[in-house]
């Protein structure tokens, strides 16, 4: 992802505040330590479809199993990237916790099973952008 499309993605976040609170999308108030994580999926062609059904029937509660707090989904809705981009943000409990999750979560024999079945045809994700953010002291607490 070059960093026109990246800057023009961060947009988006501002909303995160909103859309988390006003949905009450995780049940339990993050500490003050917690790190927030933007990852962005680029698909193989013509394989969002199957990534997405991925995340909404088994990664999800996977995340959550190993740590994760799942905080907000998108996709986008422009050319080119509406067709093969995954974008989201998840939480951890720490910079620290997020190494410890990540290594529990690819360890997970559930885990493995479903990236498995779900690669029968084919990898799913070509490239996956990950960047680390912290809450600013202005931000709506989530």
């Not at 994580?37 to 394989?47: A, L």
């Not at 986008?76 to 409990?93: E, G, M, Q, R, S």
């Not at 979560?105 to 498995?116: L, N, R, T, Y």
């Amino acid at each position: 992802m070059n960093r026109r499309t990246l800057l023009q993605t961060i947009p988006a976040l501002a909303l995160l505040g909103q859309t988390a609170s006003a949905k009450n999308s995780h049940p339990a108030k993050l500490p003050a330590t917690a790190v927030y994580e933007f990852r962005v999926y680029h698909c193989f062609e013509g394989k969002l479809q199957d990534l997405l059904t991925r995340f909404r029937e088994h990664t999800m509660a996977i995340f959550e199993k190993h740590g994760m707090t799942n905080i907000a989904y998108w996709t986008p809705t422009d050319d080119p990237l509406k067709v093969n981009t995954l974008f989201y943000v998840i939480a951890h409990a720490s910079r620290e916790a997020a190494a410890d999750n990540w290594k529990a979560f690819g360890d997970d024999p559930e885990w493995k099973s479903v990236q498995a079945k779900s690669e029968a045809n084919g990898k799913l994700v070509e490239k996956v952008d990950s960047t680390f953010l912290t809450l600013t002291d202005f931000s709506p607490r989530l």
